[in-house]
């Protein structure tokens, strides 16, 4: 970042955002396609992460072994922030993935399953949602030591809706317009309440919109340049604990 443009962070009242990491130049590439991103079976997982010889799966955990999802080759659309954008569309239940990046894939990874784990996972380049919830089927679905680097304007780095009994525990969220967005979208079902322990928010314009019949329980959070710490709207609260 150039001194003009720090001398303007810091007028604004915002840290200059740390820089985003890279990949390491040896690490193993599985380069994902509009073809291979529809993970509704646990054989079409495999075959997404075939001939990459650090991933290891045990059971339902998927060890990447720093390996990299490069998404550089899923059709991009011309707005970033598209919401339509090409995601890795995850719909099996009780899949952990864990231990590399997620680089370049337009709308992140779209959660339509339950008891999802993601863990130790760096997400770059990412133009809408890192990681979504989508419908009433995804619940106790969490996030521990993760982080999300957003490189440009950026949308929101979690994105859980209807997500039931979800933790989020120790990531840093770097850059965007919301870090997370928990909300109760759909009638008929019982409140949500969601766990946020010692999140890092860093430089978003809020970090934690709330909606609906949604309690978020919060613990060990820091905000630093954030503008908002949160907003909450139709009878969502945040309690600190």
């Not at 997620?102 to 779209?110: A, H, L, R, Y």
């Not at 009638?187 to 322990?197: E, I, P, S």
């Not at 314009?205 to 905000?223: M, Q, S």
Request: proline share 3%; with cysteine; hydrophobic share 35%.
């Amino acid at each position: 970042m150039s001194l003009i443009d720090t001398l303007k962070s810091l007028f604004r009242g915002r840290p200059t955002l740390p820089v985003a990491p890279k990949p390491p130049a040896d690490a193993p590439r599985i380069l994902l396609h509009d073809g291979n991103i529809r993970w509704d079976s646990f054989e079409n997982i495999r075959k997404a992460l075939r001939g990459a010889s650090s991933v290891v799966i045990n059971g339902y955990t998927i060890d990447l072994g720093g390996a990299v999802l490069d998404g550089s080759r899923i059709t991009h659309p011309s707005d970033r922030n598209d919401e339509n954008s090409r995601s890795i569309e995850l719909s099996v239940n009780g899949i952990t993935l864990r231990n590399g990046w997620v680089s370049d894939v337009p709308g992140g990874i779209v959660v339509r399953a339950s008891n999802c784990n993601f863990r130790q996972l760096k997400f770059i380049r990412i133009g809408e949602d890192a990681i979504s919830t989508v419908g009433t089927a995804s619940t106790a679905n969490c996030i521990y030591d993760c982080e999300f680097w957003n490189d440009a304007k950026g949308d929101k780095s979690i994105q859980w809706n209807n997500a039931q009994d979800s933790t989020i525990k120790d990531c840093m969220i770097v850059g965007g317009i919301t870090g997370i967005r928990i909300q109760k979208v759909s009638y008929g079902m019982r409140k949500v309440t969601a766990w946020l322990r010692g999140i890092r928010f860093v430089g978003c314009e809020t970090g934690i919109n709330a909606a609906g019949d949604t309690t978020v329980r919060l613990n060990g959070a820091t905000f630093e340049g954030v503008g908002k710490k949160w907003v909450t709207n139709n009878g969502a609260k945040v309690v600190q604990t």
